[in-house]
Protein backbone atom coordinates (compact mmCIF):
# COMPACT_ATOMS: atom_id res chain seq x y z
CA UNK A 1 0.00 0.00 0.00
CA UNK A 2 1.40 3.17 -1.15
CA UNK A 3 2.26 5.75 1.92
CA UNK A 4 2.65 9.37 1.17
CA UNK A 5 4.44 12.05 3.97
CA UNK A 6 5.13 14.92 4.39
CA UNK A 7 7.43 16.72 6.45
CA UNK A 8 7.30 19.07 8.24
CA UNK A 9 3.40 19.65 9.17
CA UNK A 10 3.35 23.52 9.01
CA UNK A 11 6.16 25.91 8.32
CA UNK A 12 6.33 29.81 9.04
CA UNK A 13 8.69 32.43 6.79
CA UNK A 14 9.36 35.70 6.34
CA UNK A 15 8.02 37.37 3.63
CA UNK A 16 10.44 36.93 0.36
CA UNK A 17 12.36 33.45 1.72
CA UNK A 18 12.36 31.06 -0.02
CA UNK A 19 10.28 27.81 0.67
CA UNK A 20 11.15 24.86 0.22
CA UNK A 21 8.28 21.58 0.70
CA UNK A 22 9.17 17.78 0.82
CA UNK A 23 7.20 14.95 -0.18
CA UNK A 24 7.90 11.08 -0.03
CA UNK A 25 6.09 7.87 -1.36
CA UNK A 26 7.10 4.33 -0.15
CA UNK A 27 6.77 2.38 -3.30
CA UNK A 28 8.66 3.98 -6.09
CA UNK A 29 6.22 2.48 -8.69
CA UNK A 30 4.35 5.88 -9.26
CA UNK A 31 2.82 7.10 -12.65
CA UNK A 32 3.48 10.50 -11.85
CA UNK A 33 2.76 13.31 -8.78
CA UNK A 34 1.35 15.97 -8.52
CA UNK A 35 0.91 18.86 -5.87
CA UNK A 36 -2.26 21.02 -5.04
CA UNK A 37 -2.63 23.91 -2.89
CA UNK A 38 -5.62 24.20 -0.69
CA UNK A 39 -6.97 27.20 0.84
CA UNK A 40 -9.38 26.68 4.46
CA UNK A 41 -12.26 25.10 3.51
CA UNK A 42 -12.04 25.62 -0.57
CA UNK A 43 -11.26 22.65 -2.91
CA UNK A 44 -7.72 21.57 -4.25
CA UNK A 45 -5.85 23.75 -6.93
CA UNK A 46 -3.47 21.70 -9.01
CA UNK A 47 0.20 23.57 -9.22
CA UNK A 48 2.09 20.98 -10.88
CA UNK A 49 1.94 17.48 -11.97
CA UNK A 50 5.60 15.70 -12.40
CA UNK A 51 5.26 12.08 -15.43
CA UNK A 52 7.43 9.36 -13.82
CA UNK A 53 9.26 10.24 -16.64
CA UNK A 54 10.43 13.35 -16.03
CA UNK A 55 13.03 14.97 -13.10
CA UNK A 56 11.65 18.28 -12.60
CA UNK A 57 8.40 21.01 -13.72
CA UNK A 58 8.35 24.56 -13.33
CA UNK A 59 5.98 27.10 -13.52
CA UNK A 60 6.27 30.76 -12.62
CA UNK A 61 8.10 30.65 -9.09
CA UNK A 62 7.34 27.05 -8.78
CA UNK A 63 9.62 24.33 -9.28
CA UNK A 64 8.75 20.86 -8.30
CA UNK A 65 11.02 18.02 -8.77
CA UNK A 66 11.33 14.16 -8.50
CA UNK A 67 13.71 11.38 -7.55
CA UNK A 68 11.64 8.42 -8.14
CA UNK A 69 14.36 5.46 -7.08
CA UNK A 70 14.94 7.57 -3.91
CA UNK A 71 10.61 8.40 -3.32
CA UNK A 72 10.89 11.59 -2.75
CA UNK A 73 9.75 15.45 -4.48
CA UNK A 74 10.30 18.47 -3.68
CA UNK A 75 8.45 21.52 -4.21
CA UNK A 76 10.22 25.15 -4.33
CA UNK A 77 8.76 28.37 -4.01
CA UNK A 78 10.75 31.41 -4.57
CA UNK A 79 10.65 34.72 -3.05
CA UNK A 80 7.92 33.32 -1.15
CA UNK A 81 4.96 35.81 -0.37
CA UNK A 82 1.72 35.95 2.07
CA UNK A 83 -0.44 34.80 -0.97
CA UNK A 84 1.19 31.83 -0.85
CA UNK A 85 0.01 30.80 2.67
CA UNK A 86 -2.02 27.29 2.04
CA UNK A 87 -1.89 23.79 2.80
CA UNK A 88 0.30 21.97 -0.24
CA UNK A 89 -0.61 18.52 -0.73
CA UNK A 90 1.31 15.62 -2.75
CA UNK A 91 -0.20 13.05 -4.48
CA UNK A 92 0.67 10.08 -6.42
CA UNK A 93 -0.82 7.46 -9.02
CA UNK A 94 0.07 4.52 -9.74
CA UNK A 95 -0.46 3.70 -13.41
CA UNK A 96 -1.78 5.33 -16.63
CA UNK A 97 -4.53 3.52 -16.19
CA UNK A 98 -5.23 4.27 -12.29
CA UNK A 99 -6.97 7.54 -11.67
CA UNK A 100 -6.49 7.31 -7.86
CA UNK A 101 -4.24 9.43 -5.90
CA UNK A 102 -2.46 8.75 -2.25
CA UNK A 103 -2.51 11.66 -0.58
CA UNK A 104 -0.16 13.06 1.47
CA UNK A 105 -1.04 15.19 4.93
CA UNK A 106 0.27 18.41 3.36
CA UNK A 107 2.29 21.20 5.27
CA UNK A 108 0.59 23.87 6.07
CA UNK A 109 2.69 26.90 5.43
CA UNK A 110 2.45 30.46 6.77
CA UNK A 111 4.00 33.30 5.30
CA UNK A 112 4.63 36.28 7.68
CA UNK A 113 4.49 39.84 6.32
CA UNK B 1 -13.43 26.35 -19.89
CA UNK B 2 -15.24 26.16 -17.04
CA UNK B 3 -13.85 24.11 -13.83
CA UNK B 4 -14.74 21.43 -12.26
CA UNK B 5 -18.44 22.12 -10.42
CA UNK B 6 -20.00 20.95 -7.17
CA UNK B 7 -23.72 21.29 -5.68
CA UNK B 8 -24.46 21.97 -3.74
CA UNK B 9 -21.76 23.63 -1.81
CA UNK B 10 -22.92 22.97 1.68
CA UNK B 11 -25.44 20.67 3.57
CA UNK B 12 -26.69 19.90 6.50
CA UNK B 13 -28.11 16.61 7.59
CA UNK B 14 -29.66 14.48 10.70
CA UNK B 15 -28.78 11.34 11.49
CA UNK B 16 -30.10 8.30 9.49
CA UNK B 17 -30.74 10.27 6.43
CA UNK B 18 -29.89 10.03 3.35
CA UNK B 19 -27.90 12.77 0.85
CA UNK B 20 -27.14 12.86 -2.81
CA UNK B 21 -24.03 15.39 -3.96
CA UNK B 22 -23.60 16.27 -7.54
CA UNK B 23 -20.19 17.08 -9.28
CA UNK B 24 -20.20 18.26 -13.40
CA UNK B 25 -16.65 17.81 -14.41
CA UNK B 26 -14.67 19.93 -17.24
CA UNK B 27 -16.44 19.35 -20.64
CA UNK B 28 -14.64 16.61 -22.59
CA UNK B 29 -13.32 15.13 -19.24
CA UNK B 30 -14.47 11.57 -18.76
CA UNK B 31 -12.78 10.73 -15.50
CA UNK B 32 -14.72 11.74 -12.74
CA UNK B 33 -13.46 10.59 -8.76
CA UNK B 34 -14.52 11.36 -5.30
CA UNK B 35 -12.59 12.32 -2.13
CA UNK B 36 -13.40 12.69 1.40
CA UNK B 37 -11.61 15.03 3.70
CA UNK B 38 -11.62 14.97 7.59
CA UNK B 39 -9.39 17.01 9.93
CA UNK B 40 -8.18 13.48 11.15
CA UNK B 41 -7.93 10.78 7.98
CA UNK B 42 -7.14 13.95 5.26
CA UNK B 43 -7.90 12.69 2.00
CA UNK B 44 -9.28 9.57 1.14
CA UNK B 45 -10.55 8.11 -1.81
CA UNK B 46 -14.10 7.02 -2.50
CA UNK B 47 -14.52 5.62 -5.89
CA UNK B 48 -13.55 6.59 -9.54
CA UNK B 49 -16.10 6.34 -12.82
CA UNK B 50 -15.26 6.43 -16.15
CA UNK B 51 -17.57 6.36 -19.24
CA UNK B 52 -20.74 5.54 -16.67
CA UNK B 53 -18.59 2.62 -15.01
CA UNK B 54 -17.14 2.46 -11.81
CA UNK B 55 -13.32 1.50 -12.30
CA UNK B 56 -11.62 1.83 -8.84
CA UNK B 57 -13.46 2.05 -5.23
CA UNK B 58 -11.68 2.34 -2.12
CA UNK B 59 -12.30 1.33 1.32
CA UNK B 60 -15.75 2.68 2.40
CA UNK B 61 -18.83 0.66 3.41
CA UNK B 62 -21.66 -0.01 1.00
CA UNK B 63 -23.92 3.47 2.16
CA UNK B 64 -21.36 5.08 -0.24
CA UNK B 65 -22.51 4.88 -3.53
CA UNK B 66 -22.24 7.01 -6.72
CA UNK B 67 -23.08 6.59 -10.13
CA UNK B 68 -21.62 8.50 -13.47
CA UNK B 69 -24.37 9.55 -16.71
CA UNK B 70 -23.79 9.52 -20.00
CA UNK B 71 -23.07 13.26 -20.42
CA UNK B 72 -20.44 12.15 -17.61
CA UNK B 73 -21.64 14.36 -14.49
CA UNK B 74 -21.62 12.12 -11.82
CA UNK B 75 -23.38 11.60 -8.13
CA UNK B 76 -22.70 10.33 -4.37
CA UNK B 77 -25.07 9.26 -2.17
CA UNK B 78 -24.85 8.40 1.07
CA UNK B 79 -27.58 6.27 2.81
CA UNK B 80 -28.40 6.38 7.01
CA UNK B 81 -25.66 9.24 7.84
CA UNK B 82 -23.80 8.60 10.80
CA UNK B 83 -22.11 11.72 12.56
CA UNK B 84 -18.96 10.46 11.09
CA UNK B 85 -19.91 10.82 7.56
CA UNK B 86 -19.34 14.99 8.37
CA UNK B 87 -16.80 15.72 6.04
CA UNK B 88 -15.73 17.81 2.80
CA UNK B 89 -16.71 15.75 -0.27
CA UNK B 90 -14.91 16.13 -2.97
CA UNK B 91 -14.83 15.56 -7.02
CA UNK B 92 -11.96 15.41 -9.55
CA UNK B 93 -11.91 15.52 -13.14
CA UNK B 94 -9.49 14.14 -15.63
CA UNK B 95 -8.72 13.85 -18.95
CA UNK B 96 -6.97 10.99 -20.69
CA UNK B 97 -4.00 12.52 -21.29
CA UNK B 98 -1.24 15.07 -20.11
CA UNK B 99 -0.26 12.51 -17.78
CA UNK B 100 -3.92 12.67 -16.26
CA UNK B 101 -3.79 15.44 -14.51
CA UNK B 102 -6.51 15.93 -12.19
CA UNK B 103 -8.52 19.28 -11.17
CA UNK B 104 -10.71 19.27 -8.03
CA UNK B 105 -13.96 21.07 -7.69
CA UNK B 106 -14.41 23.63 -4.75
CA UNK B 107 -16.43 20.68 -2.47
CA UNK B 108 -19.74 20.03 -0.94
CA UNK B 109 -19.30 21.04 2.73
CA UNK B 110 -21.45 18.13 4.41
CA UNK B 111 -22.51 18.37 8.44
CA UNK B 112 -24.25 15.47 10.18
CA UNK B 113 -26.37 16.46 13.23
Known amino acids: KQEVTQIPAALSVPEGENLVLNCSFT??????LQWFRQDPGKGLTSLLL?????REQTSGRLNASLDKSSGRSTLYIAASQPGDSATYLC????????????FGAGTTVTVRA | KAGVTQTPRYLIKTRGQQVTLSCSPISGHRSVSWYQQTPGQGLQFLFE???????NKGNFPGRFSGRQFSNSRSEMNVSTLELGDSALYLCASSAEKLGNEQFFGPGTRLTVL
Open chain 2, 49 to 55: YFSETQR
Open chain 1, 91 to 102: AVTRSSNDYKLS
Open chain 1, 50 to 54: IQSSQ
Open chain 1, 27 to 32: DSAIYN
